[in-house]
């Protein structure tokens, strides 16, 4: 553009030639009332009206019979944040909406909205455990937003994790987990609430190494008289790793007199994890002691601070392996940690550890698929078991999923599962499709029907999967491109990430699912987007030369994958 067009441009536009339009807010509101599709697009456009106008006109619609409507008035309210207060007690209501995309949008406006909706807490806290795992998310994100006072979230929480299905409870601890920095503040607020103490435990040892920050509250929480408490902060401070050395000798204090063995075993594998030699001699005088489960996880305290040597670790190994045996879950657990952490000899291990993860309790499935997963594919044919048992198909699924592209054995008894009734596990039975990746190309004809699900979440993870396929399901991109318009803009995002991926070569493709990748390089809703979306134009090469100036600019602002891609579509 030259400059003499950009000043007569400028000019045009004062003196009122060229204007910016602006929404017609009354006529918006009329369509509003209207229904049907022009009431959708009303909704949507009112996100950019007054907030005088717009705010109680959304907000009437938020009372409206049509659940797309409501869903559309609580996402345009949310683009108001604060100014829409107002709105907060009807949307509360609609936490309690049968329809999940309502509750969604219902908690992520809420969160937008910030502390004038706090009377809402009791109603998402409750959601945390939701069924659907995108109203679960959205109802974390919102608590954080909020920014509540902890003293009056943390005893809701504590009674809705204890009151809640034991199947729900691990994927929100994980959720919570995922929070990262967002969710220490709150963490360490946990951890000196006593009723929370436990739980938090549980999310700080998911956390691992993140948890850092609040090895301080771990270490006080060592003084509670409740044994599962003080057991399950060993674990944590023991997933945090060689950071949470400056618990060290309250640890070995632990180790030497706590009267619990449990939480002496638990000692004895944290001090192996923080990778301190001072630890040797008083794990070294426990091991040779009367308790012979605290003798076996001294002795794998003591293997994994001598790591080459080799007759330590196999004594470790094999002691490790009888205790899967035990009778005590605790005692289970604390070896099934240790046998996903000790570079045991696999011929002693491997079939054990399998036979295990048909053990009911929970805690201990978590800890024995971690072990699972670092042990490896070889012990596939007895996990693809578990896909057939109600009670460990989610467990079996998961550790596919973290083996991805290393498990493509896995794809026939994944694709019988994908006829499943239940919509969430055909949900996550699509995402370990997808990271085995190419090698799943097999099940396309399985995975097409899900494209037309009216299950948002369904539809989403059949593209995910679809587009780590790749080439082989070029069949499926009719059928994936019309999403690119469809009203949710992650639906669009994924629409076109998938195709990018499927078909990097056709032009046609390229010229529908460049701009919608485009206006994704400034999507800030989710972390990784930017990222993906920049990846997602490389691969369509010179066909995606229009999205240099943008790729350009997302590149300069520290998008890394924008800066690669500029490269690989320059050449």
Not at 164 to 170: E, G, K, R, S, T
Not at 197 to 212: F, I, K, N, R, T
Not at 286 to 303: H, K, N, P, R, T
Not at 419 to 428: I, T
Request: a negative charge; proline letters at 6%; one cysteine or more.
């Amino acid at each position: 553009m030259s400059a003499r067009y950009l000043f007569v441009c400028v000019a045009l536009f004062l003196c009122g030639t060229l204007s910016a339009a602006e929404p017609d807010a009354g006529k918006l509101t009329a369509d509003l009332k209207a229904g049907g599709d022009a009431a959708y697009q009303a909704a949507d456009d009112l996100a950019d009206a007054p907030a005088d106008v717009a705010i109680p006109a959304l907000t009437e619609a938020l009372s409206s019979d049509d659940s797309e409507l409501q869903r559309r008035a609580a996402r345009a309210l949310a683009q108001f944040g604060k100014d829409a207060h107002t709105a907060s007690p009807v949307l509360a209501k609609l936490l309690d909406s049968p329809i999940p995309k309502v509750r969604a949008y219902a908690a992520y406006a809420l969160g937008k909205i910030g502390n004038g909706s706090n009377k809402a807490l009791p109603k998402l806290i409750k959601l945390i455990t939701d069924e659907d795992p995108n109203v679960r998310r959205e109802a974390l994100e919102a608590m954080i937003e909020m920014d509540a006072d902890p003293d009056v979230t943390l005893p809701i929480m504590v009674s809705v994790l204890e009151k809640a299905d034991p199947a729900m409870v691990l994927p929100v601890l994980s959720e919570m987990a995922e929070k990262g920095d967002k969710a220490i503040p709150r963490l360490r607020k946990a951890l000196q609430y006593e009723k929370a103490a436990y739980w938090a435990c549980l999310v700080a040892a998911e956390m691992g190494p993140d948890a850092a920050p609040a090895v301080p509250e771990l270490t006080a929480v060592l003084d509670s008289k409740d044994p599962e408490v003080r057991m399950h902060a060993l674990i944590a401070l023991g997933e945090i790793g060689p950071a949470a050395k400056p618990a060290l000798s309250r640890v070995v204090t632990a180790l030497q007199s706590d009267d619990v063995p449990a939480v002496k075993y638990s000692a004895a594998f944290a001090l192996a994890a923080m990778e301190d030699s001072q630890a040797t001699e008083a794990l070294q005088k426990a091991a040779e002691g009367d308790d012979a489960f605290l003798s076996l996880m001294s002795y794998y305290a003591v293997a994994k601070l001598n790591p080459e040597d080799k007759q330590k670790m196999t004594t470790a190994a094999t002691f490790l392996v009888e205790a899967m045996k035990n009778e005590n879950p605790n005692v289970r657990a604390a070896a099934a940690r240790c046998l996903a952490n000790l570079e045991a000899p696999a011929e002693i291990v491997q079939p054990i550890i399998a036979d295990a993860l048909q053990d009911a309790d929970p805690r201990v499935v978590v800890n024995i698929t971690d072990a699972i997963v670092k042990m490896g594919p070889q012990v596939l044919p007895k996990v693809v078991k578990g896909l057939k048992n109600e009670k460990m198909k989610w467990v079996s699924v998961a550790i596919i999923r973290q083996w991805g592209e290393a498990a493509p054995e896995a794809v026939a008894p994944l694709t019988e599962a994908l006829s499943s009734d239940d919509e969430q596990f055909q949900a996550e039975v699509l995402m370990a499709l997808g990271a085995i990746g190419g090698k799943s190309a097999g099940a396309i004809e399985q995975i097409r029907p899900f494209l037309k699900s009216d299950s948002r979440t369904l539809q989403l993870d059949a593209m995910y999967a679809l587009g780590r396929i790749g080439a082989p399901a070029i069949s499926t991109t009719d059928e994936i491109a019309p999403m690119l318009s469809n009203d949710d803009p992650f639906t669009q995002f994924a629409a076109a990430w998938s195709l990018a991926h499927i078909a990097p070569e056709d032009a046609d493709v390229a010229a529908k699912a460049v701009p919608v990748l485009i206006t994704h390089l400034t999507d800030a809703s989710q972390e990784y987007i930017p990222g993906e979306a920049a990846h997602a134009l490389s691969l369509f090469g010179d066909k995606a030369k229009s999205a240099l100036p943008e790729l350009k600019k997302a590149a300069e602002a520290g998008n890394e994958s924008a800066a690669e891609a500029v490269k690989l579509i320059s050449m």
